[in-house]
């Protein structure tokens, strides 16, 4: 008699937690528009139905994937040069990433001792204000080089500010912010997991990495402040090795509008309220000097922006698309879209690095690879960790940033990317990148075993779908 009584309760319990759990996560879909990948969606649904006491608390915490709302109104653009942008320039417009800037004195770092020349150049010039955003911030060489140079020039009386990732920090070593703090410097943590006011939001990292100077100097990529994105560690005990990566610093009117884009991230870091963009304003000449725009993608864009650029390039480019990434995890559509270039004779060319730093990531890459080999595009493994991202279409357009081509860059992280839309920049990087594809080796895909793919399924499935 107790017995049913109490299964009958547990019943009613579990009944009631799941109606509650599918209840929170078909509304929390509907209004705020948190479009998923399928799996991602039935992979919530089922865990809501089976265990919906693991599942909701887990669903409250990391289930949330976009802030900003979808519901946006376009207006026409006129344009007042007679030369017509580009496909992918009217799409960047539409998705309400604003105007193309003009630059100047573009310098593609060729290795980690340039990259980190010119990151303490751009610190030590500095006059009035310096703004910097990074993933992590090592407790080793490079680190603490950096940080020294930041008390010196607040002791000299600059203006800085330092946005750091609430989990990244606890990732290259958890800097010393107290004495940062004491020195007069600006921390903020990104979503700091333990204290963070933002609830359903602790999934969603900061992983964009910039310096604006003055608001007329950008310093941007790939790399983190850490020893092996600049020129590895070999004197600590950690005996870090040098990463490749991708890094460029530039001057003008696109280094303003990073410097608004820090701005927004700041104030959404500091009080978790949305900061109001600045409106959409055409460009005086939009075709004077060269151009490029900034691409923020993530959680505070209404649309997927980099990866809409990306899929929508894949299906207009004409005679190439060449990228170089650390992590190679696409959703079917991405993967789609590259493998229908290879077929119908695009050159398809990826780079990326025999080993990369992440497993999970190695083990869930390969279906992919081997589809498109098989549709007729090139894999090129470099026997060194690379952790540059680019990827360029046609001679046209570059993407140059912080996004890795896996799903949790371009559904869940709050990223950087650059498009430029000059030919002779675009020339610049696809240089940088054909460097490493002549010291890469082709990709042999080797037919998988029915346990090799049950495993290469589960990892998708769990590590890259939240």
Request: net charge positive; glycine share 6%; aromatic share 8%.
């Amino acid at each position: 008699m107790l017995h049913d009584i109490f299964t009958r309760q547990w019943i009613t319990l579990h009944s009631a937690l799941v109606l509650l759990g599918l209840g929170i996560y078909i509304t929390g879909s509907h209004t705020l528009k948190q479009r998923r990948h399928p799996s991602a969606a039935i992979a919530w649904t089922i865990s809501l139905v089976l265990l919906p006491y693991i599942a909701l608390p887990l669903y409250l915490v990391f289930g949330r994937r976009k802030l900003a709302s979808t519901r946006r109104v376009l207006k026409p653009v006129t344009h007042t040069s007679p030369q017509p942008a580009t496909a992918q320039e009217h799409l960047a417009t539409a998705l309400g990433l604003g105007a193309a800037a003009t630059f100047e004195s573009l310098a593609i770092h060729q290795n980690g001792h340039e990259a980190r020349h010119s990151l303490q150049k751009l610190i030590a010039e500095a006059r009035h204000t310096l703004d910097i955003c990074t993933f992590i911030l090592g407790r080793d060489v490079l680190g603490d080089a950096i940080t020294a140079q930041l008390l010196q020039r607040t002791r000299q009386g600059l203006k800085i500010r330092l946005l750091l990732d609430g989990i990244g920090i606890y990732l290259g070593g958890h800097p010393n912010l107290k004495r940062l703090r004491a020195a007069g410097i600006q921390v903020t943590l990104f979503v700091p997991p333990f204290r963070s006011p933002l609830r359903g939001r602790t999934n969603l990292r900061n992983h964009r990495k910039m310096a604006v100077a003055d608001g007329i100097w950008l310093w941007c990529g790939g790399r983190n402040l850490a020893a092996e994105y600049f020129e590895g560690d070999t004197v600590s005990v950690l005996k870090k090795p040098v990463w490749i990566d991708l890094s460029f610093d530039l001057q003008g009117d696109l280094a303003r509008h990073a410097q608004q884009r820090f701005e927004q991230d700041w104030t959404f870091a500091t009080t978790g309220k949305a900061a109001i963009a600045p409106p959409w304003v055409a460009p005086d000449s939009p075709t004077a000097g060269q151009r490029a725009r900034l691409v923020p993608s993530g959680p505070d864009q209404a649309d997927d922006t980099f990866y809409t650029l990306l899929v929508s390039g894949c299906f207009t480019a004409q005679t190439r698309i060449l990228a170089v990434t650390p992590y190679f995890v696409p959703d079917q559509s991405l993967l789609m879209a590259l493998t229908l270039a290879a077929r119908r004779g695009v050159a398809v060319n990826l780079v990326l690095p025999r080993q990369s730093n992440h497993r999970l990531a190695d083990i869930a890459r390969h279906a992919a690879l081997r589809e498109l080999v098989t549709a007729g595009a090139h894999i090129w493994l470099l026997p060194t960790m690379v952790h540059a991202k680019a990827v360029l279409i046609d001679h046209d357009l570059a993407l140059v940033g912080s996004a890795n081509l896996d799903e949790r860059s371009l559904f869940l992280n709050y990223e950087l990317m650059v498009a430029f839309y000059d030919r002779p920049v675009v020339q610049q990087f696809a240089d940088w990148i054909g460097q490493l594809q002549s010291r890469a080796l082709p990709y042999q895909p080797k037919p998988p075993s029915l346990r090799r793919e049950l495993v290469e399924g589960l990892v998708r499935w769990v590590a890259f779908q939240l």
